[in-house]
């Protein structure tokens, strides 16, 4: 098209106005060099463009205009359709368990109150199911936030698809705070009798936990609610002497620091893993007692009750999902034992 209308510039003489009747050797010209010459012929170039094309340009400003909410945003949505179709069951799913915890908590009787949780539970586990494939077809879009929301409703649920999801989520984390979150929540779903417990690789995950709770200050009391929890896991399906091994270890660090100025679920932690020492005090039947396989991660840092967690959007222990033994889901062993046996 640019090629067309410089080939007709350039095959006609630029227009002139009419020359007055006068000797040509009188006429004054303008020197070759003259920039009005080019600046005019430019001009005119641009004013017949727009002239010929002015109309086109006004269709196509048009259709551009109206391009990205249309034809652009069908070919957008078209790629992100999958993750756009997981994320609105992950909300769907998300606004059921808050209802289920909700109306759980305003019924005061037991038996009511778990009646109406096995309907939540029935209608999550529906839309789980249901949904499979399109959760599946995302997986690799996901945040590692929503892989991890994937993993617990899975587990609550007793499904194995849920530890695919915690590696994933594992794998693509770059945040401490979030694997310890994740690894403890796979291995309490591993430790547990079902048709996918796996004790061995269960202990890798809590290690992998308590190694990195270790090591942060703030993580203290999640490394003792952990540690705790994974000796009475060993005591109740373990091997009793590593859960004894354990939960001593855990006493000896609640002991010291045990006051009035302590939070009571402290308090209370620490009578209820006395209470394990003193009910567990034998293997059950068929039970191994060999002591624990890999050395317990101890806390490298001083216990200091007071230590708080600097802000952060990250996934961690006060996250609404980080337990596989919620509002949901039974109770969790750190229950006192007798109960258990």
Sequence with gaps: MNQAVGNGEQGREPSAAPQPDVEPQKMSLPPANNPTVPK??????????VKDWGGVATVLIAILYTFPFDAAGRFIHWREQSLLDARKVLSE?????????????????????SFLLGTYNIRIYNALLQDRAVIKAAENKLLPSELYMIGSLYSLMGLSDGIP????????????DEKVTIYREMGDALFRP??????AEARVDYDQALSIASKIPYQQMTYIQ??????????????????????????????????????QQLKDLDTGLHSSLATFIQPGPNQPSNGCTNPLP????????????????????????NSATSVLAPPASLATPASTK
């Design 40 to 49: 005019v012929s430019r001009e005119k170039r641009i004013l017949k463009f």
């Design 298 to 321: 101890l806390l490298e840092t001083n216990l200091g009750v007071g230590a708080t967690r600097p802000p952060s959007n990250a996934l961690g222990p006060t996250n609404a999902l």
């Design 165 to 176: 999801y915690y590696k994933l989520a594992i794998s693509k984390s770059k945040n401490d």
């Design 194 to 199: 079902g048709s996918y417990q796996d004790i």
């Design 93 to 113: 799913v998300a606004a059921l368990y808050g209802a289920g915890t909700v109306a759980a908590a305003n019924i005061q009787d037991a038996q009511a109150r």
């Design 226 to 263: 952990y540690a705790a929890e994974l000796g009475q896991l060993e005591l109740l399906y373990g091997d009793w002497k590593c859960g004894q091994t354990v939960t001593s270890y855990v006493v000896g660090l609640l002991d010291p620091v045990i006051s009035a100025n302590v939070p």
